[in-house]
């Protein structure tokens, strides 16, 4: 895709000195080259990683102008929603200067009405509840938030969570305690550092004390709380094992690390540096900072979307603290068919052969299941995962075609989230202006 006229061009992928590298020519606006991985052993490993295929029931619109431009799903996608995102408002409290959705003080909320038809018409196209998450904007913003979870409740959706950066959930107390009677089961709470100076340079301020309050009260409410940390490079990228030990320590879910992309709003500087932060980059990272604790090879392709749109592994976090990696035990084979959700731990206990009380399977001193349980007495599970979400410089088609995180919209189309952010969503953001005028 070009990144100016966002129309789709032909490329190529090669290894250079430098890592692997997307090159690719427009002929209006000349030749673009963007970093896609920081090393050639890295990118093969996540490209070659085996892949689940679930495709979508039925083509929602027909195949038209060819992919990317029909999207709502269209015939050539080839995997199905393993989470559906649904904007309930396009406004937010806190005016970031790094900002996916471009958020204003400023913007629209949908209705309950929508939002209900939207999940009607996603169960009709799934077949099933799928995981849904609220975003916005600022989700905690919308007046009907907690009616919109009862409804997504009532239609029988049951992993409900809100993407959200805490002021709300920090300075009402109550909130989230009526997000969990509602139906709410987790939060996805922004948080990308603990140093005042990387927060300030995302967020435009310190945000540490109302990030603290609002953990507390999500998880005195009983809600599940996942870290959502936006990596800049040379601002956090240094300081990843430091948010995973922060939420570890916090007995959190877990923490999802999600490389900054030049879509919506960021500072000039980072559309004119060359530095990408990639998945290779990040199991480099995690490896050297964490001093081996976690190694590259425990980070395992996402295999639900394209291999390598994302890393994720699953830890035990022991008593002293100690994080133990469970595809050690058990390989990767046994994990591989549980990625879509972190949180779900009852499903992936119970896929190889567990219960979260004990293990109702071969209890053999051999058996891995049975040294998985044993490890489990009196330690909590943990989840660490890498998205790396695309821009118009590093899109691949390839990757959106099997995209599983899907923008669902107000009249109930679902698009790669990715491919939403470039293509689709600056189309509604200058409409949206264009109203407000």
């Not at 060819?66 to 996608?77: F, R, S, T």
């Not at 029988?156 to 139906?183: T, V, W």
């Amino acid at each position: 895709m070009c990144p100016e006229c966002l129309q789709s061009i032909p490329g190529e992928v090669v290894a250079t000195r430098g890592g692997v590298v997307m090159r690719k020519a427009c002929p209006q606006h000349g030749d673009f080259e963007c970093a896609v991985s920081s090393d050639l052993a890295a990118y093969e490993r996540m490209r070659r990683s085996p892949r689940i295929v679930q495709s979508p029931a039925q083509p929602a619109v027909p195949e038209a102008k060819g992919c990317p431009d029909d999207c709502g799903l269209c015939p050539a996608h080839d995997q199905h929603t393993c989470l559906a995102i649904v904007e309930i408002t396009s406004r937010c409290n806190l005016p970031c200067p790094v900002c996916l959705a471009d958020s204003t003080t400023q913007g629209r909320d949908l209705t309950v009405a929508q939002v209900v038809s939207a999940l009607e018409k996603l169960r009709r196209a799934e077949g099933a509840a799928t995981p849904l998450q609220f975003a916005g904007g600022e989700p905690t913003l919308h007046s009907d938030l907690l009616e919109i979870v009862r409804a997504a409740s009532r239609l029988g959706y049951r992993k409900l969570e809100i993407d959200s950066n805490g002021l709300l959930l920090a300075s009402r107390p109550s909130l989230a305690n009526d997000l969990r009677q509602a139906g709410l089961t987790g939060v996805y709470l922004q948080m990308d550092t603990v140093d005042p100076g990387a927060s300030t340079y995302i967020r435009g301020r310190d945000l540490l004390s109302h990030k603290l309050r609002a953990i507390d009260h999500c998880k005195s409410a009983g809600l599940q709380v996942v870290l959502s940390v936006t990596v800049v490079p040379g601002v956090n990228d240094d300081r990843l094992w430091d948010m995973i030990r922060f939420a570890a320590a916090r007995r959190l879910t877990g923490v999802n690390f999600q490389s900054v992309v030049l879509s919506g709003r960021y500072p000039p500087a980072l559309a004119k540096s060359g530095e990408r932060f990639t998945a290779g980059h990040f199991m480099r990272a995690i490896e050297r900072q964490s001093e081996g604790r976690l190694r590259a090879g425990d980070l395992m392709p996402m295999s639900c979307p394209d291999p390598r749109c994302g890393l994720f592994a699953y830890v035990v976090v022991k008593r002293d603290g100690e994080l133990v990696p469970i595809n050690r035990l058990l390989g990767e084979d046994a994990l591989r068919r549980h990625v879509a959700d972190f949180s779900d731990w009852e499903t992936l206990l119970g896929q190889i052969g567990c219960s979260a009380s004990g293990c109702s399977c071969n209890s053999s001193d051999a058996d891995p299941r049975a040294k998985l349980a044993d490890l489990l007495e009196g330690a909590e599970c943990f989840s660490i995962g890498f998205h790396g979400m695309m821009d118009a410089y590093s899109f691949d088609l390839e990757r959106a075609r099997r995209c599983c995180v899907h923008k669902l919209t107000s009249e109930g189309k679902l698009m790669p989230f990715c491919l939403y952010n470039m293509k689709y969503r600056p189309q509604e953001v200058n409409e949206e202006k264009m109203g407000s005028e």
